[in-house]
């Protein structure tokens, strides 16, 4: 619904090709064959477009809308917030939110935890891992730890030093000659086309394997290893057993190797429990969130520590961090994300993601009877199955028909290749779940039965 001197449809559209660079986007095919969904509003988990069509938001907006667009709650604290307060910096100041979101921080993180540093996004929460490891063994007097142990179709984001770490090749070919070098591991998750091993059971030991070995020969000179916790989001959802995670914790203690744990995505309920790593009843020493963080309301982020690493720091100013950015901690982002902490606990949002996950598992598997649906899974607050029809990479093309389908039947669906994935916000209500899911079915087979 666009109010009476809102620009329209077409001029947003021809702004918008003659301008815009957008990401992770073929241009020229955007600008001569794509008609772009025109967004104009958006309320719990539906989008609405300038016309007025509504679409179910399967993707929670880059995974970012955990609770659901607008929530009334935060809605409410970005207003009279920004009546107060809406930036100032960090550095010798300080104020309300940032201070008492550290300590409602710590309360739910994992055991170990002592210390918040803000940053922007999840990238930046990964950067800022990254460098704390190396910084903090060239202070405990092993400077020679300065390398990253990695996972094959990782991906920790797309600056300089997360994208370094990350392994999808599309995202990461045309910056290889000035990306660090990293200890590239197998994936113990997928993705299910690679050379690696199809038997989800025999990659899984097969990629344990690999981590012994790596850790006994090259533990000397690990800072630490990266990790996506039980999902593996970009490559395709590609999920795995929480075991692989005791065993990260296991070698990371008889190495002293840093577990930097991304929650980025895996975080703040998506997979079940509130963090991924509370499946495998383990502790990283690094624990990076953004996205759920805020509620996908702002660019937000922070990297949690554990006083061995913080303890490294201490002392005379030139063993300090010296490393930020200009919006870390902003109060607007910090009063949202004690909002949302808030939120989880009085709407028992973790709660409700076991009976929604028992829907997306039901409704993914009755597609499961034609054969070229392969490798159905879920997770939390994850339902992704494998379309086996012409090229499976990222660029292939049937998961933009089903994107088509989709669309025409309200729902905003999002392909990773040919992978068919839903990550709605948690609390999507159950009726809401129910049709999104019915349209996701409707439209895979609309895809798939077309000539
Ligand atoms: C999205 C994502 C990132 C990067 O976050 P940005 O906010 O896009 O920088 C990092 N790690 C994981 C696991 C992600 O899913």
């Known amino acids: 619904m666009s109010t009476p001197h809102a620009p329209s449809r077409e001029r947003i559209v021809a702004a918008d090709k003659s301008t815009v660079w957008h990401p992770y986007t073929a241009m020229d095919t955007y600008v001569t064959s794509v008609d772009p969904l025109v967004i104009a509003r958006a309320e719990g988990s539906r989008l609405f477009d300038v016309d007025g069509r509504s679409y179910l938001d399967a993707n929670s907006s880059w995974w970012a809308m955990s609770l659901g667009h607008r929530h009334p709650r935060l809605v409410q604290t970005l207003k009279s917030q920004a009546d107060s307060l809406i930036h100032c910096s960090l550095a010798g100041t300080t104020h309300e939110h940032a201070a008492l979101l550290g300590e409602e921080l710590l309360a739910v993180a994992p055991p170990g935890f002592s210390r918040v540093f803000y940053s922007d996004d999840g990238s930046t929460a990964v950067e800022v891992a990254l460098k704390m490891a190396v910084q ?198 910090a009063a949202i994300a004690r909002e949302v902490l808030a939120i989880y606990r009085d709407e028992r949002i973790v709660e409700g993601v076991a009976e929604r996950n028992r829907r997306i598992g039901d409704a993914f598997a009755a597609v499961a009877e034609d054969t070229r649906v392969e490798n159905v899974r879920t997770l939390g607050m994850i339902g992704a199955l494998d379309l086996a029809v012409g090229d499976s990479g990222y660029l292939g093309a049937i998961g933009w028909r089903v994107y088509d389908e989709a669309r025409k039947r309200g729902a905003y669906l999002r392909p990773l290749g040919n992978v068919i994935y839903v990550a709605p916000p948690l609390n999507i209500p159950l009726p809401e779940l129910d049709e999104l899911l019915s349209i996701v079915q409707d439209s895979i087979r609309a895809a798939l039965s077309a000539p």
């Open 136 to 333: 903090y063994f060239a202070q405990s007097g092993r400077p020679e730890k300065n390398t990253f142990a990695t996972l094959d179709s990782a991906f920790h984001g797309e600056t300089v030093g997360a994208a370094s770490v990350g392994g999808v090749p599309l995202f990461r070919d045309s910056f290889r000659s000035i990306l660090f070098p990293t200890l590239l591991l197998p994936s113990p998750a997928g993705p299910l086309d690679a050379a690696f091993d199809r038997d989800p059971a025999r990659r899984l030991e097969l990629a344990k394997c690999a981590l012994r070995d790596a850790f006994e020969h090259h533990g000397k000179r690990l800072a630490g290893i990266v990790i996506e916790p039980l999902v593996q989001g970009a490559s395709g959802m590609q999920i795995y057993d929480p075991s692989y995670l005791r065993l990260v914790r296991e070698l990371c203690d008889t190495h002293d190797v840093l577990f930097i744990d991304d929650e980025v995505f895996a975080g703040y309920g998506r997979t079940g429990t509130f963090w991924a790593v509370d499946q495998a009843g383990v502790s990283p020493d690094l624990l990076c969130m953004a996205k759920g963080f805020s509620g996908g309301v702002l660019p937000m982020a922070a990297t949690l520590a554990t006083p061995r690493i913080y303890d490294a720091f201490r002392g005379d100013p030139s063993r300090a961090f010296y490393y930020g950015h200009t919006y870390c901690g902003h109060p607007l982002g």
